[in-house]
């Protein structure tokens, strides 16, 4: 019998949506030694997540078509990573989503991660972190907040949260956001951004420090105004420079207790 073989707890992970994020963390997840399979509601997809390694899987919990497999729940780990999509009426349907999703796996999967988001603290002008009130101020964190809700109520003892701000990286230039627009608002408010190398860096960080059961705030400790990073964003890719108010209302600085305290993660990436 081997003795010497090295235990490496929460091997087996699943990923319920393989997108921008989703992907990224499934690629780090297979260079760290971890077996992943991954969703996608996509068929066209299944190969290229093939491809990567990933074990591919077709799932969807949409309103109007549910395909599922229980043996993509069979799992030790599992990341919810499917945002509410704005402006669309499946809005509306995400809670719902969630707990259908939250019904299939509850049994079957140790620990559940959901992908969560800043915008269930709102715009309070205020410093806010994991354990101050939550008042979203729109649609969408509304949203978020019921979705979080529900795995708290399901998972007591099992569910984690992490709450994403604005997220940039490949493919995601912020300079294009506002790139030749002027008299744009609120200008000396601070930006609450991560780069897809944190996420990621944060998301593993709980894994293989088995940190479950916990509300992450997932924000870089960087908070310019955003005059600055969206100029500095435009200049640096040759876009048009935007043209900011210079005013501060309706703001927030997000902050994390439980990221130094239980993860003891260090940010890779200047936001500036």
């Not at 091997?11 to 077996?35: D, M, T, V």
């Not at 390694?53 to 069979?74: C, H, K, R, Y």
């Not at 992490?162 to 294009?176: E, K, M, S, Y």
């Amino acid at each position: 019998m081997l003795t010497n073989q090295k235990f490496v707890p929460n091997k087996n992970i699943s990923i319920l949506g393989c997108g921008w994020f989703g992907l990224a963390l499934a690629k780090e997840l297979i260079k760290s030694g971890y077996q992943v399979k991954g969703s996608t509601t996509t068929p066209e997809k299944l190969s290229l997540l093939a491809e990567e390694g990933i074990q591919p899987f077709l799932v969807n919990f949409s309103a109007d078509q549910m395909v599922t497999d229980l043996e993509f729940f069979d799992a030790d780990v599992l990341f919810i990573c499917i945002p509410p999509k704005r402006n669309s009426p499946e809005l509306n349907d995400y809670a719902q989503k969630i707990a259908s999703i939250l019904s299939v796996a509850k049994n079957k999967v140790s620990n559940i991660i959901l992908i969560s988001s800043t915008s269930v603290y709102g715009d309070g002008n205020q410093i806010v972190n994991e354990m101050s009130e939550t008042k979203p101020d729109t649609d969408s964190g509304k949203v978020v907040l019921a979705a979080e809700e529900l795995l708290k109520k399901e998972m007591p003892d099992h569910f984690t949260i992490i709450r994403f701000a604005g997220l940039i990286g490949p493919d995601r230039n912020p300079g294009r956001f506002f790139a030749g627009k002027t008299n744009i608002p609120n200008g000396l408010a601070p930006v609450n951004l991560i780069h897809q190398t944190d996420a990621v860096g944060i998301a593993m960080a709980i894994i293989e420090k088995q940190a479950f059961g916990r509300i992450y705030n997932a924000c870089s400790p960087d908070h310019p105004s955003r005059k600055e990073f969206y100029t500095t964003a435009a200049k640096n890719t040759g876009l048009v420079v935007p043209e900011f108010i210079s005013e501060k209302k309706d703001w927030k600085v997000v902050e994390s207790v439980n990221v130094p305290k239980y993860l003891n993660y260090e940010f890779q990436v200047e936001i500036a």
